[in-house]
């Protein structure tokens, strides 16, 4: 059974175009994590909730902001996407912060033409 | 000089033979994962250690807490474990994951 499920798999938006994309999980942790994958790069923590706590890191973009409206859904909003925003998003899941395992979802491809 | 370092980053080997990747580490950590990625698809988790060693089914992950370096193995290779392994240490000073560039594994039937 799928545990950190991410919708849709496919993305295409436009330049400039608001874009969200989906994560769900039915393993109730606490932390969900949201990382973005450039082709052939490790993946990059771009922000983390625990809880409703909101964690940005320091080098993440305004233009990527996130919502955690319940502890199995968390979102991922890109305001204004640009060409260099084309990459796979991943999201994760673990129970605590502090070196939990991390669950990760299959991932959503974003295509900005 | 990075934080994560793995080798081989890229392995050939041939349907059923032994394989072996390595990562050596300089940052505290408190648990490694080792992660699994096939071509253009999604991270799967396939271990958490903080010591020991671990195995599951044919694929078996230690680790040297003293020596900064941890292991992954696979016996009796298969082609679909052609993919991307990945080394990745967490905890510390800090839950993050650090990210080793990744062991690209192509098993030939």
């Known amino acids: 059974d799928a545990m950190v499920i991410q919708n849709p798999r496919y993305q295409v938006t436009q330049f400039g175009k608001p874009v969200t994309l989906s994560c769900s999980q039915t393993l109730n942790h606490n932390v969900m994590y949201w990382y973005q994958q450039k082709s052939s790069q490790a993946p990059k923590l771009l922000f983390h909730y625990y809880d409703k706590d909101f964690n940005n890191e320091a080098d993440t973009p305004d233009n990527f902001q996130s919502r955690r409206p319940n502890t199995s859904f968390c979102f991922l909003d890109i305001r204004s996407p640009g060409l260099g925003d084309a990459a796979m998003y991943l999201c994760?899941?673990?129970?605590?912060?502090?070196?939990?395992?991390?669950?990760f979802g299959p991932g959503t491809r974003l295509t900005v033409t | 000089k990075n934080e994560v370092e793995q080798s081989p980053q890229n392995l050939t080997a041939q349907e059923g033979e032994f394989i072996t990747i390595n990562c050596s580490y300089s940052v505290g950590i408190s648990a490694l994962h080792w992660l699994q990625q096939h071509p253009g698809g999604g991270i799967v988790s396939l271990f958490m250690?903080?010591?020991g060693k671990k195995k599951h089914g044919r694929l078996i992950a230690t680790i040297n807490i003293q020596e900064k370096h941890s292991s992954l193995h696979i016996t009796a290779s298969h082609p679909r474990d052609s993919a991307v392994y990945i080394c990745a240490p967490s905890g510390g000073s800090n839950y993050k994951l650090t990210f080793g560039k990744g062991t690209l594994l192509t098993v030939n039937p």
């Open positions: 994760a899941t673990s129970r605590d912060p502090a070196g939990g395992e991390q669950y």
């Open positions: 250690l903080s010591s």
